[in-house]
């Protein structure tokens, strides 16, 4: 802003301001013209990058049309889809196969428990209720063992002296009889604890030192990562610090044996007299300080209890009743096998969640109508064959072990026996008159994906034949992109130019209506790329390629050009070369030779005459984006990397100098002019003077 003193007009009555004002807009000229070029600039680099986002869609469908499988779509057809259904891949070869016969369907494997669950059929075990509410409800016993499940996320840090570990805190002391559960990224882990064992893919190396467990991966895992773990502890521990806004306390677990808890706050030991409606009370010698709920594993504090033992540190073990079992499956994995650990606060809906959600590929289920549980297998076929694991050849593996408690074999009335197990059979069938199997009723072979809906002796013929509907709407599309390319390029060369119409100032805005603005800029910015060499050229490169022949000794000469194909320039030479297609041609061409078709559009070559049309396409598109993008950038470019950025740089800096040559130039106008105002201020102050001696003589 000036520093000078303007003094405007009091002396000589001028409006110097509007003097000033009409002298600076002759002297603004130069500057206007500055910024209305910006303008200009700013407008094609606006239009160019329009543009280029259909030369870059165009390409992306290039990109589509170089694939194999727009050209070899496939379509089947089955003699009897109520026997056999089949669906192509596009490498599959064309032609039939037969199916003479199926003998045998795939089936699942399924075990079926051997009696129902509940002691009274009035009064049956409750899906939703805790295992330790309802235990003398089952008609087996429910045999418990005092400790603990826990149930923990452990997220990883990235260690950087060990990549491959990740170190978290027990809660309380390991069983090590029972082996922990490690779960990650959907993944079930086996958990082994020899140090000297070369880790697998799904092994983890289990090692436990001063109340912490260190599970070590043969892989990095990254920061951030979540797993899943899940261990028996002899008894759970909880480290808690009070502070002054200390309420209460969640255990891991509920139904807690309250002979098994223990506490202390600081160094006093807390007592757990009977309390009522289930819950026990919580003493520091003959001051109660809160409650403990043994079903929901609670403690809730007296409302001073965080003021009188803020700082004080908190210890708490307790212990709870659980049972556990252990289930295997034989899956096209091979052979897995599943621990399965229950607390007493947990329900039979949570039984069936694990198992469902296991990596088994197990599905149990209960019946209420027969109290009974079932477990099938989610994949179909035969995995098992003769085994030491189990002789019977079981699908489904339960323990057998009669003098080892089991829940599934004791409790739910699940059986190791075979003759509870039912299914889990391969489909057998002759094929083009040979005998074979397969573990799944849906199965592919040479690209064609078979499902057997039924067993039958009377031979069905699966065709496979060109889905020409499919390859001609894949064409289609080409055609229809290319026509939009064209449309969009040629409206911009031909667009009209109005010379006179330049990029208002701010000033002629103010005059104007927004009606009148927008139609103004309309014309301003309409035809900045009129006959733009890079535009002309990529159209009279592309028309060149798509009508020269394709000289490939791999197509017929039948079909070497577009034009054999039914596809053709339209006769309105206006519309700047836009493509048309005979449906019935095309169609006819895909059907008899679809080979040559294919190598038509996506042939390749040492030379250009030697390349498809798409092949040759893509590279001119390739080369105009980039062109276009040298000159007008990308929307992430900075001015610095593209020819019309860098011009507008150059043109902001001119019109920057402008601007505060201008201002100088107003400073001196208004100096100049509060000169004059300050000589004719003395002047008139002089005359005053003068006429006062001349009034009183």
């Given at each position: 802003m000036t520093s000078i003193q303007r003094i405007t007009g009091l002396a000589s009555?001028?409006?110097?301001d509007s003097i000033v004002e009409k002298m600076m807009t002759v002297a603004k000229q130069p500057l206007v013209k500055l910024q209305q070029q910006k303008q200009i600039l700013e407008w094609q680099e606006e239009d160019y990058r329009t543009l280029n986002q259909k030369y870059f869609d165009f390409r992306s469908t290039l990109s589509n049309m170089k694939l194999t499988s727009k050209y070899r779509a496939r379509t089947t057809t089955s003699s009897n889809e109520s026997y056999v259904t089949a669906t192509a891949a596009n490498n599959a070869s064309l032609g039939s196969t037969t199916i003479q016969s199926v003998t045998q369907l795939a089936t699942a494997a399924t075990r079926v428990a051997k009696a129902s669950i509940s002691t009274d059929s009035s009064n049956k075990v409750d899906l939703n209720q805790s295992l330790w509410k309802q235990s003398g409800n089952f008609s087996g016993s429910i045999k418990w063992s005092q400790g603990g499940v826990i149930s923990d996320t452990i997220t990883a840090k990235g260690d950087s002296t060990d990549p491959t570990s990740v170190t978290f805190d027990l809660k309380g002391t390991l069983n090590s009889n029972m082996p922990m559960n490690v779960k990650m990224n959907g993944k079930t882990y086996e958990v082994v604890t020899d140090p000297s064992v070369t880790l697998s893919d799904n092994q983890v190396l289990l090692t436990t030192a001063g109340g912490q467990a260190t599970l070590k991966f043969n892989s990095n895992i990254s920061a951030g990562t979540s797993i899943s773990v899940e261990y028996v502890v002899d008894k759970a521990t909880k480290s808690a610090s009070v502070s002054s806004d200390t309420k209460s306390i969640q255990l891991d677990f509920g139904d807690i044996i309250t002979d098994s808890f223990t506490m202390t706050v600081g160094n006093n030991n807390v007592s757990l007299p009977q309390g009522t409606d289930g819950n026990m009370n919580l003493f520091i010698g003959s001051t109660q300080i809160g409650t403990l709920n043994p079903e929901t594993g609670k403690i809730d504090f007296n409302s001073d209890f965080g003021s009188i033992y803020s700082g004080s540190a908190i210890q708490i073990s307790y212990q709870q009743n659980y049972t556990s079992f252990n289930l295997k499956t034989?899956?096209?994995?091979?052979?897995?096998?599943?621990?399965?650990?229950?607390?007493?606060?947990?329900?039979?809906?949570?039984?069936?969640?694990?198992?469902n959600n296991s990596n088994l590929g197990l599905t149990m289920y209960y019946d209420e109508y027969k109290d009974m549980f079932t477990l099938t297998r989610k994949?179909?076929?035969?995995?098992?064959?003769?085994?030491?694991v189990d002789k019977d050849n079981n699908e489904i593996i339960i323990s057998s072990d009669t003098d080892t408690y089991d829940f599934l074999r004791d409790t739910l009335k699940f059986s190791g026996s075979t003759e509870y197990e039912y299914g889990g059979t391969n489909a057998v069938f002759n094929i083009n008159g040979l005998d074979t199997e397969r573990t799944s009723n849906t199965f592919t072979i040479s690209g064609v994906t078979y499902t057997l809906k039924s067993k039958f002796?009377?031979?069905?013929?699966?065709?496979?034949?060109?889905?020409?509907?499919?390859?001609?709407?894949?064409?289609?599309?080409?055609?229809?992109?290319?026509?939009?390319?064209?449309?969009?390029?040629?409206?911009k060369l031909n667009e009209d130019r109005y010379s006179d119409y330049a990029p208002l100032t701010d000033d002629q805005r103010k005059e104007m209506t927004d009606t009148q603005q927008d139609q103004w800029d309309k014309k301003a910015r309409s035809g900045l790329l009129r006959n733009d060499m890079t535009m002309k050229s990529s159209l009279s490169n592309m028309r060149s390629l798509i009508y020269s022949k394709v000289n490939n000794a791999n197509i017929s000469s039948e079909y070497n050009q577009l034009s054999s194909i039914g596809?053709?320039?339209?006769?309105?030479?206006?519309?700047?070369?836009?493509?048309?297609?005979?449906?019935?041609?095309?169609k006819a061409a895909i059907q008899n030779d679809p080979d040559s078709v294919e190598l038509l559009f996506r042939a390749t070559g040492s030379t250009t005459s030697e390349k498809g049309i798409v092949q040759r396409l893509y590279d001119s598109v390739n080369n105009t984006y980039n062109t276009i993008v040298d000159k007008a950038g990308k929307s992430t470019y900075v001015?610095?990397?593209?020819?019309i950025g860098k011009n507008i740089n150059d043109l902001t800096d001119k019109i920057r100098d402008m601007n505060d040559k201008l201002g100088k130039l107003e400073d001196r106008y208004y100096a100049q002019f509060t000169a004059m105002e300050q000589a004719i201020q003395k002047y008139n102050s002089q005359y005053t003077y003068l006429s006062s001696f001349f009034s009183n003589s």
């Open positions: 009555g001028m409006d110097i034989y899956t096209s994995s091979g052979l897995v096998n599943g621990n399965f650990y229950i607390g007493a606060d947990k329900t039979l809906n949570d039984v069936i969640s694990k198992v994949e179909t076929g035969n995995f098992h064959s003769s085994s030491s002796d009377s031979p069905v013929t699966i065709s496979v034949s060109n889905d020409v509907d499919t390859i001609y709407n894949n064409i289609k599309n080409f055609v229809d992109q290319y026509n939009s390319l064209i449309d969009a390029v040629q409206s596809i053709t320039t339209t006769s309105d030479w206006l519309k700047g070369g836009k493509l048309e297609i005979n449906e019935d041609k095309l001015n610095t990397q593209f020819t």
